[in-house]
Every structure is written in C-alpha cells, then in structure tokens.
C-alpha cells in the first residue's frame, strides 16, 4: 500500500514538473511572439512616423501656397480696384476734347448757335459712352409716376397731363444695369382743377 502510495506521489511529482516545463515553454513561446510582433509594430510605427512627416510636409507647403495666392489675388484686386474705371475713361477723354474745342471755339466766335450746337454734340457723345458702360436715362417725361423711379418734388395741376403723370423733370434720372443709381426728380400732375377737387372732397 505503501509502495502504491509512493509510485502515485511520484507520478504526481512527474506530471506536476512536465506541466511546469509546459508553461515555461509557452511563456517562452509567447515571449518570442511578442518580440516578434513589437518588431513589426516598431516598423509599422517608423513607417507611419514617416508618413506623418510627409504629411506635415506637404501641408507647409500647401499653407504657403494658399498664402502666396491670398496675397497674390489681393494684389490683384487692389490692382482692378485702382484701374477699374480705365476703359470708361478713356472713352470719356474724346468727349473733354471736344468740351475743350467748343469752349475754344467760343472765346473766339460769338456764334452762340455754334456753341450750343457743339455741346449738344458734346452731351451726346458723353450719353453714348456712359450707355456702352451699362449706364441709362430714367424715361420720366409724360411716364406714369413711379416712386421706384421717380421722387416727386412738386405735384401740379394740368389741364393736359393725366393725373399721377410726370409733367416735367426737375432732375434726371439714371440706371446702372438694373440697378437705380438715381432716381428722376419730377412734378407730378394731379389733373385738372375740377378733379383735383373731388379728390380733396372725399
């Protein structure tokens, strides 16, 4: 019985050390696993770094790029801002020309017909090239009264003109495109006397 005993200790004994060799072998195995895998994550991870870095790079450069061209279409703007208005004057200096002969002229003649004539011409010609710059007369003159056009600055009896009618202009009017740069100071015809009366009367 004794005997039995001692062979099942030492079977125990023996199994208790092949299982100690076990696990120091599977410690030893994960260990060299972990090198392993912290090797190629140390790669893996240098390799990131270096892309990091050629990303960073890259972004410098881009904000450099984007600042350069910040600056560069500022400069530009500033530049069309300044000579915006060149083409428009240029056209306009053939019109002083002229303003300049007829006033020459005048101080020589006393053909007053002459001057009036030449600047009419003169306003014609300077009509003309602000149309061709998109700018236009405001129609005021016998027009139905537009407070969108017109800004009224007398209100008239008239035995001719309709009623809310613009009799005359005080002051013209104009438009820039489709824009009001100003609008056309007028008298507005309130009708004739008998009619002006019944309104009032109401």
Same mark, same amino acid.
């Given at each position: 019985?004794?005997?039995?005993?001692?062979?099942?200790?030492?079977?125990?004994?023996?199994?208790?050390?092949?299982?100690?060799?076990?696990?120091?072998?599977? +410690?030893?195995?994960?260990?060299?696993?972990?090198?392993?895998?912290?090797?190629?994550?140390?790669?893996?991870?240098?390799?990131?770094?270096?892309?990091?870095?050629?990303?960073?790079?890259?972004?410098?450069?881009?904000?450099?790029?984007?600042?350069?061209?910040?600056?560069?279409?500022?400069?530009?703007?500033?530049?069309?801002?300044?000579?915006?208005?060149?083409?428009?004057?240029?056209?306009?200096?053939?019109?002083?020309?002229?303003?300049?002969?007829?006033?020459?002229?005048?101080?020589?003649?006393?053909?007053?017909? =002459?001057?009036?004539? =030449?600047?009419?011409?003169?306003?014609? =010609?300077?009509?003309?090239?602000?149309?061709?710059?998109?700018?236009?007369?405001?129609?005021?003159?016998? +027009?139905?009264?537009?407070?969108?056009?017109?800004?009224?600055?007398?209100?008239? +009896?008239?035995?001719?003109?309709?009623?809310?009618?613009?009799?005359?202009?005080?002051?013209?009017?104009?438009?820039?495109?489709?824009?009001?740069?100003?609008?056309?100071?007028?008298?507005?015809?309130? =009708?004739?006397?008998?009619?002006?009366?019944?309104?009032?009367?109401?």
């Amino acid at each position: 019985m004794a005997e039995n005993e001692k062979e099942l200790e030492k079977e125990k004994a023996i199994d208790a050390e092949e299982q100690i060799d076990e696990v120091e072998k599977e +410690e030893d195995r994960v260990v060299e696993i972990s090198e392993k895998e912290l090797n190629e994550l140390r790669a893996a991870l240098d390799s990131k770094e270096k892309e990091i870095e050629s990303y960073k790079d890259r972004l410098l450069r881009l904000a450099a790029e984007m600042e350069n061209l910040r600056k560069r279409l500022e400069r530009e703007k500033e530049e069309h801002l300044k000579f915006a208005n060149e083409n428009l004057i240029k056209r306009l200096l053939p019109v002083i020309d002229n303003l300049e002969r007829s006033i020459e002229h005048a101080k020589q003649s006393q053909d007053v017909e =002459g001057l009036i004539e =030449g600047v009419e011409m003169t306003l014609k =010609g300077f009509l003309e090239v602000l149309e061709q710059f998109g700018c236009k007369i405001i129609k005021a003159e016998g +027009e139905p009264f537009d407070p969108a056009y017109h800004e009224a600055i007398q209100k008239q +009896e008239s035995e001719e003109i309709p009623q809310n009618r613009v009799i005359c202009e005080y002051q013209k009017g104009y438009m820039m495109n489709d824009r009001l740069l100003r609008p056309a100071k007028v008298v507005v015809s309130c =009708g004739k006397l008998e009619e002006t009366e019944k309104e009032s009367n109401k």
